[in-house]
């Protein structure tokens, strides 16, 4: 039986911030994962500078960024999420871990 599961995360980044501050913002979160024994399967820009249906912390638009990955265990999500949380580069993020979806 295999007992890897698929996640998506899905981060909002805050619009403000320089383009090489947000390549460093997305490369820490991807490290985070990879060195949590995550296997990043895509990592890439959802949509750049879109327009959200309420205020979040007083800015109305942002970057989603999506991720996929596969882990043994939930330690990278978990650290991903903890991390997230205390980041103010990101104002959003959603995680989905994806069950009986075929590849």
Request: glycine share 4%.
């Amino acid at each position: 039986m295999n007992t890897t599961a698929k996640y998506e995360i899905l981060y909002i980044i805050r619009p403000d911030i320089g383009d090489d501050q947000k390549e460093t913002l997305v490369e820490r979160f991807n490290n985070v994962l990879t060195d949590n024994g995550a296997e990043l399967t895509k990592s890439e820009y959802w949509d750049k500078n879109r327009k959200f249906a309420y205020e979040i912390e007083d800015y109305t638009e942002g970057d989603y960024y999506l991720i996929e990955l596969s882990s043994n265990d939930s330690n990278a999500v978990d650290e991903f999420e903890r991390l997230a949380n205390m980041n103010d580069g990101i104002l959003r993020h959603m995680i989905v871990r994806l069950e009986h979806l075929e590849d």
